[in-house]
T-cell receptor, first 112, second 117 residues
Framework: RKEVEQDPGPFNVPEGATVAFNCTYSNSASQSFFWYRQDCRKEPKLLMSVYSSGNEDGRFTAQLNRASQYISLLIRDSKLSDSATYLCVVNTLTGGGNKLTFGTGTQLKVEL | ETGVTQSPTHLIKTRGQQVTLRCSSQSGHNTVSWYQQALGQGPQFIFQYYREEENGRGNFPPRFSGLQFPNYSSELNVNALELDDSALYLC????????????????FGPGTRLTVL
């Protein structure tokens, strides 16, 4: 089983739609969670950090369910500029230190 | 912009050669992490340096090595290059309060695209 799993998509949605991405992680000792956005051939950019049960920032809401080892990202009122790949990231503290594990990403295409 | 810079932006090498990639962290950050991203995949963790010490390593062979300098900039060295090493190499910087800090928000540089022929 992969450490971090995401539906690769693509999700094709009309402008204004609400879209939700799901992510599961395998290591119950994981401490903190992030969503990054990556545009084509660019570096990942931090979108949201999730340290407790959830976080909201404008049109974006992230939720964490530690019991189910599940993280979600909800985007409301999608814009064309939201088109990108969304990466689910899990931070785990190991004996050797700190480690971020990325999912393979979910591709979103917002259309007119 | 994150303030994290990487050089060079692109590089072409042949199999068996050695390469050094460089990263300057964001001002005030003390930790640098390196990732390899193949096409269509998420970034894969190579290793992390906290205050000049290795602070975690992913499943990469010893020919991947690194260094962090007193100014917290960093190098990634790859020896005996293989074709599969062709990828985007990303550096990310963060400010950790300790090697085991839970709050590990990382900010990425633009990456170095390495092609091995």
């Amino acid at each position: 089983r992969k450490e971090v799993e995401q539906d690769p998509g693509p999700f094709n949605v009309p402008e204004g739609a609400t879209v939700a991405f799901n992510c599961t992680y395998s290591n119950s000792a994981s401490q903190s969670f992030f969503w990054y956005r990556q545009d084509c051939r660019k570096e990942p950019k931090l979108l949201m950090s999730v340290y407790s049960s959830g976080n909201e920032d404008g049109r974006f809401t992230a939720q964490l369910n530690r019991a189910s080892q599940y993280i979600s990202l909800l985007i409301r009122d999608s814009k064309l500029s939201d088109s990108a790949t969304y990466l689910c990231v899990v931070n785990t503290l190991t004996g050797g230190g700190n480690k971020l594990t990325f999912g393979t990403g979910t591709q979103l295409k917002v259309e007119l | 912009e994150t303030g994290v810079t990487q050089s060079p932006t692109h590089l072409i090498k042949t199999r068996g050669q050695q390469v050094t990639l460089r990263c300057s962290s964001q001002s005030g950050h003390n930790t640098v992490s390196w990732y390899q991203q193949a096409l269509g995949q998420g970034p894969q963790f190579i290793f992390q340096y906290y205050r000049e010490e290795e602070n975690g390593r992913g499943n990469f062979p010893p020919r991947f090595s690194g260094l962090q300098f007193p100014n917290y900039s960093s190098e990634l060295n790859v020896n005996a290059l293989e074709l599969d090493d062709s990828a985007l190499y990303l550096c990310a910087s963060s400010l950790l309060s300790s090697p085991y800090a839970r709050y590990n928000e990382q900010f990425f540089g633009p990456g170095t695209r390495l092609t091995v022929l």
